[in-house]
């Protein structure tokens, strides 16, 4: 039985334990256990995999954990607010959805599942350029939409999905700049990993994302489909190009380097993504939650910093903000709980998010965004000092 098959059974034919097994799961490690149990090895390896012998992946959870809140006390925490601001518009918590491709891959919806769920969260849905569900189909969820983009070979290719994304009414434009081509993946490499046929970029051209699904490739397909498609020659000089074309804030998704966040800020960019991919990209590269600090320092308030690779729970998005990030992006969680249950298993999810994070807002002594930002955290092992 297929992931679409199963899904639908589940949701249709037997409502009441479909919810009672959302209902289950009490955090956001139960939806992965279960979505490692239905999805085919190979796409779970997909979604769960990182580059090379994934040093970074497992990291950024390292790092995360070893982040220690201070928590303050006598701070009347009788009513907790999570609602703040992204990029000047109102958001319910400081979470937005990670582009991720080819969510048909995980659920029959794919995209539109994802959006409708975060519309509903009342927070911002990132669009993958390789989404498999269209630009104008995603907006038209009702979620306050930004569409990533990968720096194309061909740039009139780019422009146009521009003059998309401001006709559909997306908000904002997410610059990857990590991904001169793709990491090597060695999990999607030994299955040879293709897209089947139902699955497409749906905002390329056909024969732009045809190589994804080609059989006997050698390796990944969807590896071979990049290396043919990506300019890696990407440099300043293009974003201030795409800074040109539109009058969208354009956000920089991948930026580690303190220098590069500076030069960020300098060139007027809105905001940056602290992130190394997910660990999918350069293996050995340095954590996200270690680097923000230093890119906090760097750009000061000219711009907004959001953070994501290795988030996993509500106390881990208040650690991101007590080290100097507006929100962060959540990615692999969101696709847990959608190959499990669908839209509802991406709303389970992000409740399951959004109670841990009231929880260790409340315990922690800040009672809204802004006093989060106020809280000292140390390193473990030792515990002293502020950072």
Request: charged share 25%; aromatic share 4%.
């Amino acid at each position: 039985m297929t992931n679409f098959e199963r899904l639908e059974q589940a949701s249709e034919l037997d409502p009441e334990h479909f919810r009672s097994m959302l209902e289950s799961m009490i955090c956001l490690e139960d939806m992965e256990e279960r979505a490692s149990a239905v999805l085919s090895p190979e796409v779970w390896d997909f979604v769960a995999g990182g580059a090379g012998r994934e040093v970074t992946l497992r990291a950024n959870r390292a790092a995360l954990d070893r982040v220690r809140l201070v928590p303050r006390v006598l701070s009347d925490v009788s009513q907790c607010r999570t609602e703040t601001k992204l990029l000047a518009r109102p958001t319910s918590m400081p979470v937005a959805v990670a582009p991720m491709a080819y969510q048909r891959l995980l659920c029959p919806e794919g995209e539109l599942a994802t959006a409708r769920a975060a519309g509903d969260e009342g927070i911002v849905f990132v669009a993958s350029m390789l989404s498999s569900r269209s630009i104008e189909e995603i907006v038209s969820s009702g979620a306050t939409t930004w569409l990533q983009l990968y720096w194309l070979r061909d740039r009139g290719l780019v422009l146009d999905l521009v003059k998309r994304a401001e006709a559909a009414g997306c908000r904002a434009l997410v610059l990857t700049v990590d991904v001169p081509h793709m990491g090597r993946r060695l999990r999607d490499i030994r299955s040879g990993f293709v897209l089947p046929p139902h699955v497409t970029a749906a905002n390329l051209p056909e024969q732009a994302s045809a190589r994804a699904r080609s059989e006997g490739v050698a390796g990944s397909a969807v590896m071979a489909h990049t290396a043919e498609s990506f300019d890696p020659s990407l440099c300043w000089a293009d974003v201030g190009w795409l800074r040109d074309q539109t009058s969208l804030p354009i956000v920089l998704k991948g930026v580690l380097h303190p220098d590069d966040a500076a030069t960020a800020a300098d060139e007027g960019i809105d905001a940056i993504v602290v992130s190394n991919h997910g660990g999918r990209q350069l293996d050995g590269a340095v954590s996200s939650i270690a680097a923000l600090p230093a890119v906090r320092d760097a750009v000061g308030d000219r711009c907004e910093l959001l953070l994501d690779s290795g988030v996993r729970c509500g106390t881990d998005v208040l650690k991101a903000i007590a080290l100097g990030a507006s929100g962060v992006l959540l990615g692999r969680p969101l696709m847990w709980g959608l190959a499990v249950g669908g839209q509802a298993g991406v709303a389970r999810a992000l409740k399951l998010l959004r109670t841990e994070l009231e929880d260790a807002m409340t315990l922690s002594g800040a009672r809204d965004v802004e006093t989060a930002r106020l809280l000292n955290t140390v390193m473990a092992p030792a515990e002293e000092g502020w950072r």
